[in-house]
């Protein structure tokens, strides 16, 4: 900050600056009437001529006011362990100061911005374990530290294969209920690991464990025209796939949907082929893991 002085010298040879009262502690001298100064606290400064003729007199002051830096003291919830999606409100413990947001990341200090905002209170439902990153973002200030805070979150997951018109949760060692999707309502008597439709639909999983409760997808099943156990199977290649997942359909299938669905249980995409073709999916923005 610069301060200019209105005035001039006269017979005096300087202008002094000062802190503390007026002759206090000597910042600086100048012949021309200005000073830089970057005080990191409210300051009142003190100036006046000397030297020369000048009979010594009285200061004029001006007070320079600094917002103060942001304390980011910590981030905290009420539960840090829950079931998948379920959620949490984070709470930040400290003060903005001279910062203009409190900002919210994933996956490191400065990484994915989830949110921002000046209350400092966010609202986040992880699917899985994540570690959450807050900082003092904006203003006049250079980015504070960041605090983190890790939100557990039970592993557990609704998703489901087919196969041969079988049903089969990934899941083990749970309470299942398979679920009509065109009805909502659960299929009376279907509460084991695996369920196999009489007639075509979409059908679902419900699978509780640990206190939750997830669902999967809705998945499409005919029934007419199934391969029977021992028929062909498809080939899907490359494994594992970074950018182009090929699917080969068996000669002896007629037609067939093809879904690829992750661990949680979400259809990423359908897509159809006809016996014998060898079809592709672009899988280059998928996470990693196993689908």
């Known amino acids: 900050m610069i301060l200019t002085i209105n005035g001039n010298l006269g017979t005096s040879t300087s202008w002094k600056l000062y802190t503390g009262v007026c002759g206090g502690t000597l910042v600086a001298s100048s012949t021309t009437g200005t000073f830089e100064v970057s005080p990191s606290t409210t300051t009142t400064y003190f100036i006046r001529a000397e030297g020369g003729c000048t009979v010594i007199k009285g200061c004029s002051e001006v007070q320079v006011k600094v917002k103060p830096n942001p304390v980011l003291t910590s981030v905290t919830?009420?539960?840090?362990?829950?079931?998948?999606g379920a959620p949490s409100v984070l709470k930040v413990n400290g003060s903005l100061g001279n910062a203009t947001?409190?900002?919210?990341?994933?996956?490191?200090?400065?990484?994915?911005?989830?949110a921002s905002?000046?209350?400092?209170?966010?609202?986040?439902?992880?699917?899985?374990?994540?570690?959450?990153?807050?900082?003092?973002?904006?203003g006049c200030s250079i980015r504070t530290e960041c605090v983190s805070i890790v939100l557990t979150r039970k592993q557990i997951t609704a998703a489901v294969s087919l196969n041969s018109g079988t049903l089969t949760a990934f899941?083990?060692?749970?309470?299942?209920?398979?679920?009509d999707c065109s009805t909502n309502q659960p299929v009376a008597g279907e509460n084991g690991s695996s369920f196999t439709p009489s007639r075509d639909g979409q059908y679902k999983l419900k699978v509780t464990k640990n206190d939750c409760v997830v669902f999967s997808d809705c998945i499409d099943v005919v029934v007419v025209g199934l391969a029977s156990p021992d028929a062909e199977s498809p080939m899907v290649y490359p494994n594992p796939s970074?950018?182009?997942l090929r699917i080969r359909i068996p000669k002896t299938w007629v037609s067939?949907?093809?879904?690829v669905i992750d661990w949680s249980g979400k259809i990423r995409s359908n897509f159809a082929g006809k016996g014998g073709e060898t079809v592709e999916q672009d899988v280059s923005d998928y996470a990693s893991g196993v689908y």
């Open 117 to 138: 905002n000046t209350t400092g209170i966010f609202e986040v439902s992880p699917d899985v374990t994540t570690t959450y990153f807050v900082a003092a973002t904006g």
């Open 77 to 84: 919830t009420t539960v840090t362990e829950d079931c998948p």
């Open 101 to 114: 947001a409190w900002t919210l990341y994933s996956n490191s200090c400065g990484g994915t911005v989830i």
């Open 242 to 244: 970074e950018k182009t």
């Open 256 to 259: 067939t949907k093809i879904s």
């Open 171 to 179: 899941e083990v060692n749970a309470q299942y209920q398979w679920i």
